[in-house]
Structures are given as C-alpha cells and as structure tokens.
C-alpha cells in the first residue's frame, strides 16, 4: 500500500472515529444521564456477547482470506464462517440477556427479541469486515467495520431525540436497528470479493464448513486473548454500573469510548500489516518480516503518544463537552484511569497479531496469563473500588504485554536467522 493510500486510510479511520465521537455527544445532550450510561453498558453486552460466539473466526476469516486465491471456494468458508458464529452468538447473547435483565426489564419484551439477532448481525459484519481485510480491501474493512453503523444510527438520533428523552427504548431499538442493517450492507460487499455468479451450492457450503473442524490451536488460542480482552473492559462497567454513582459511571463510559477511539486508530495498522505479515511469513522473508514489523511498531507508539497527551491536556474540556456537571477533579480521576488499561494494551496489540499471523508459539502463555487475571477479576466484586478493579486489569494487560514482548523478540531472531 502507498505512502498516499495509508495516509488516506487514516484518515477514513478519523472519520470513523469523529462519527463515534458525534453519536456519544448527541446521545449525552439529547438523553438523560442514566439513559446515556444504559446505552454504554449495552453496547458492552453487545460486543462481549459477540466475542463470545465468534469463537475467532474472525482472526480465521483473515488469515483464509490471505491465503485463499479460489473466489468460490473462499466464500463458501466465509458463509460457514458467518453461520456458525450466528449461530454461537445468538446462544451467548441469550446467556448475557440473563444478566442485563434487571437493568432493561422496563423496556420491554421486543428488547430480548432484538438484543441476541443485533449481536448475530454485528458479528456477521465482523467477519466479513476481516474477510475485506485479507483481501487487502482495507477501505472496505474499515467502512463496515467502523463506519456503517454510525451512519445509520447518527441520523435516527438526531430525528427523533425529542422521542428518544421520554423513550429510552426506542434509543436502545435505533441503535439494534442500525447493527442489523449494517450487517445487510456488508452481505452486499461479498458480491465483489465473491464468485462472478452467485451459483454456490449448499453441498459445496457445507464442504467449506468441514474445513472448520482442521481449526488450528492457534485460533482457539487467539479466540481466548481476545475474549479476554473484551471480557476485562465488560467486566469493568459490570461492576461500575453497581458501585458507582451515576455521573462517576458516564465519566467511565465517557473513558471507555476513546480508549476505544484509540484501539480503533490503532487497527489501522492492523488493517495494513496484518495480511502482509501472513504473506511474508508463508514466503519465508524472514528479513524484511521483521523491518514491517518494526516499522509498524514505531508507528503505532507514536500514535499512542500522541494521544495519550491530547486526553491528559484536555480531559476536563473533553468531559465538559457530554455533560457540565463532569467539570470536576473527580471525574477527570476516573476518565483517566479507565484509559489506563488501554493505553498498556495498545503497543502490544500488533504483537499479539504478529505471533497469531505467524504461527507463533508463545500465545499459551499469554492466554493462560489472560484467563488468569479473568479469575481474579472475577473475585473483585466482593471488593467495591473502582481503583482496585482497573489496578487489577492494568496489571493483567501489562503481565500480558510483557509475555507477548517476550515471544515476539523469540520469534524475530528465529526469523533473523532463518
């Protein structure tokens, strides 16, 4: 990809992330306070119940797609992909319904009807936006990935916001809305990474499905970090939403939001490297390998840098502009220390992508560290501190990132010297 063509997926990236921006800001101006904090801890349960189903066949969708030159074939894996996950995510979202019960009771029953097929179509889309990934059609990527949704919610919001004050469950309906339909718009993507002619036989899917059973360790390994990863963040609004008083909960979401600003910005070079690592890596170019991946590294530290100061300097302006009362000290505390976590997570993540495109062997130590630092996250509820709780997932990021440095300096000199 050129100089150009990079700068320019940047800058799609930065629409992607103005648009999240714009819908927090809307939904925080236009909404109460607790309606605001409902829909963050909604879109968490969204995305943990989808991790949980997608069992990394997401990771999966990208490396295939890398590797596979037949179109037909191909998108016959990719439909197994996308139905068994739906499948698998509508058993979990049905499982974190249980949980989010007591919270969204008053909405009402086509709640619990919408909430496990929003998750499936999210997921759908997740897949197909990895698929685009390994195709190296990374524009497409990004706009199904980070783009459509918002697209399509921010205008419902701005509608009928006067509708969504007195009615938090037409907000919360909009925005599973805007999932489904973003799932049917990346359906219409595969036309172009698919067969000319739509003549794929359901024998021939079913054959593709079979392959799935040959999963590689290393999927279920990468499958674990990732879940973890999401699982940490979930976990953290799970007990915040309980111990904390409502605006020290938006001051959190509020974190949560550009911590995942920042991830996002961060995948950018996730879109660009990932598939060239696998290439590379097949081809046995160990050399120039490792100077991508240096490269790529440098980037992304300077990247996480830079934004890290922006929210440091500006935090009480940047709380300011969703809500007046969050002009205090307090909540500034909390707004940083939730973006803690993230800022450790960030400069390991292209590692993390490195050693599962190259087959890299360290990722039992680095999912038995995650699984490890779950368990006791799972243990802290009966401790009610917010600070003790994001001290515990810093600590279980950072373990990991340090298990990650070190396989990925293990895998470099092999690569050196092969």
């Known amino acids: 990809m050129s100089p150009f063509r990079k700068m320019l997926l940047l800058v799609v990236r930065g629409l992607a992330t103005a648009l999240n921006f714009a819908v927090g800001l809307a939904l925080s101006n236009f909404v109460s306070v607790s309606a605001f904090n409902a829909f963050g801890y909604l879109h968490s349960s969204l995305n943990f119940s989808s991790m949980m189903g997608m069992l990394g066949f997401n990771t999966l969708a990208l490396k295939k797609a890398a590797e596979t030159e037949d179109r037909k074939s191909g998108v016959g894996l990719l439909f197994s992909l996308i139905l068994i996950s739906g499948l698998l995510t509508l058993l979990a979202a049905l499982i974190v319904s249980t949980f989010i019960n007591d919270k969204f009771s008053s909405v009402g029953y086509l709640f619990f009807l919408m909430f496990p097929l929003a998750v499936a179509c999210f997921t759908a889309t997740r897949i197909i936006s990895d698929w685009n990934k390994g195709r190296e059609r990374q524009f497409v990527a990004v706009f199904l990935e980070s783009l459509v949704w918002l697209l399509l919610f921010l205008p419902l919001v701005v509608l009928f916001r006067e509708q969504m004050k007195q009615n938090v469950g037409l907000m919360l309906h909009s925005y599973f809305v805007a999932m489904i339909l973003a799932s049917v718009v990346s359906f219409f993507s ?13 024998s021939e ?55 995942g600003v920042m991830v996002t910005v961060s995948g950018v070079l996730v879109n660009i490297y990932a598939p060239k690592f696998v290439k ?22 300077t990247l996480l840098i830079l934004m890290l100061a922006c929210f440091v300097v500006f935090d009480e302006f940047i709380l300011s502009l969703f809500h007046d009362g969050l002009i205090d000290p307090k909540y500034s505390v909390v707004f940083l220390l939730t973006l803690i976590p993230y800022a450790l997570r960030i400069p390991f993540g292209l590692q993390e992508y490195y050693l599962s495109m190259t087959q890299g062997s360290g990722l039992d130590a680095i999912v038995f560290a995650s699984v490890l630092v779950i368990s006791v996250t799972l243990l802290l509820h009966m401790d009610k501190s917010i600070v003790n709780l994001i001290g515990v997932i810093s600590s279980g990021v950072l373990i990991r990132s340090i298990t990650n440095s070190v396989f990925t300096v293990r895998k470099i000199n092999n690569c050196l010297k092969s």
Do not use: H
């Open 280 to 301: 590379m890596y097949d081809s046995g170019n160990g050399v120039d390998l490792v100077r991508l991946f240096r490269e790529s590294k440098s980037i992304n530290a």
């Open 190 to 202: 595969i036309r172009r990474i698919g067969p000319k002619r739509t003549d794929l036989s359901l």
């Open 205 to 259: 899917a079913v054959g593709a499905g079979k392959r799935l059973m040959s999963l590689s360790k290393l999927s279920w390994q990468y499958y674990v970090l990732q879940l973890c990863n999401v699982a940490q963040v979930y976990l953290l609004i799970f007990y915040a939403e309980r111990y904390l008083v409502p605006l020290e909960l938006t001051a959190l979401l509020i974190a949560t939001r550009f911590g």
